[in-house]
Nanobody, 121 residues
C-alpha cells in the first residue's frame, strides 16, 4: 500500500508560480512511475505530466514549456514546478503512482487526495 500526500497548492495571480509536492510512503517509491493529473469543475481528469521510474518526462501540450515535473527518490517525492500560470490552469491537482508508465487513469494504482490550484486573472 502506498499513500500519497500532496502539498503546495494555493491562490496565485496569472503569471505567477507554484510548486506542488507529493510525498509517498513506503520504501519502493523509486520503482513507481509517477504523474500529475488535474481536474477542473465540470471537466474530465487530465494527465498534465508523467515521469517514469527512469526519469523520462512528458507534458501535455497545454503546459509544455511552463511546467516541469521532477522526482527525488531519496525523499520519496515528486514535484511539479508551475510557471507562467494562467487562469485555465485552475483545477484540483492529483498525484498518481503506477506500476506501469502513467498514460491513462486506468493504469494508476494510487491517488493522492488532491490539492487546489486557483489562478486569478
Amino acid at each position: 500500500q502506498v499513500q500519497l500526500v500532496e502539498s503546495g497548492g494555493g491562490l496565485v495571480q496569472a503569471g505567477g508560480s507554484l510548486r506542488l509536492s507529493c510525498t509517498a510512503s513506503g520504501s519502493i517509491f523509486r520503482f513507481y512511475h509517477m504523474g500529475w493529473y488535474r481536474q477542473a469543475p465540470g471537466k474530465q481528469r487530465e494527465l498534465v505530466a508523467p515521469i517514469t521510474s527512469g526519469d523520462e518526462q512528458n507534458y501535455a501540450d497545454s503546459v509544455k514549456g511552463r511546467f516541469t515535473i521532477s522526482r527525488d527518490n531519496a525523499k520519496n517525492t515528486v514535484y511539479l514546478q508551475m510557471n507562467s500560470l494562467k487562469p485555465e490552469d485552475t483545477a484540483v491537482y492529483y498525484c498518481a503512482a503506477a506500476l506501469l508508465p502513467v498514460t491513462t487513469t486506468s493504469r494508476v494504482n494510487y491517488w493522492g487526495q488532491g490539492t487546489q490550484v486557483t489562478v486569478s486573472s
